[in-house]
């Protein structure tokens, strides 16, 4: 297999023999270049996509933790068939976030102030019930019917 370069263009040759091996590895046909030469042009997803943002990933930071969390960390990651220290770090930090993700939305305090009107509280409380009261008469005429 051979490749040749052109500034954002990259050819791969692929001949027979190299089909064959890939078959012969057990890689699917749809999987292999077929026999022949090919080319591709680098960074055209970019160039078609060029709001295409992908959030996922990993981002390095520098940040200072206090000693005795490396030690707790280092120390699990040294039990047999542990993850590493960053790995569980980042779980640590993720079923955080998930946990308080689960929590109730932070609410504009229009809205806290609705929640702590007795008015308003009793005027849901009204059209609850009257919904109720509607669909209980449905309920008790369908049965009537039936």
């Known amino acids: 297999m051979k490749k ?7 050819y791969i040759e692929v001949t027979e023999a190299d089909y064959q091996a890939g078959l012969a590895k057990g890689i699917d046909e749809e999987s292999l270049l077929k026999p022949g030469r090919h080319k591709f042009v680098r960074g055209l ?12 990933g990993k981002a390095r930071v520098t940040i200072y933790l ?18 590493p220290y960053q790995t569980q770090i980042n779980q ?10 689960k929590k ?13 009107n007795p008015r308003f ?5 009204d059209r ?3 919904q109720t ?11 009537k019917a039936a």
């Not at 206090?66 to 993850?83: E, G, S, V």
């Not at 640590?92 to 993700?101: F, N, P, T, V, Y």
């Not at 109730?104 to 702590?116: G, V």
């Not at 509280?121 to 409380?125: E, K, S």
């Open 128 to 130: 609850v019930a009257a």
């Open 66 to 83: 206090d000693t005795d969390i490396i030690a707790y960390f280092r120390a699990r990651a040294d039990q047999p068939n542990a993850a």
């Open 92 to 101: 640590a930090l993720r079923e955080i976030m998930e946990r308080d993700s």
């Open 4 to 10: 040749a370069k052109k500034k954002d263009e990259v």
């Open 45 to 56: 997803f970019k160039k078609r996509h060029p709001d295409f943002s992908l959030q996922t």
């Open 121 to 125: 509280i009793q005027a849901v409380a």
């Open 104 to 116: 109730a939305p932070i609410l504009p305090p229009q809205a806290i102030d609705l929640l702590e």
């Open 133 to 143: 009261s509607a669909t209980n008469r449905k309920r008790t005429r369908r049965a």
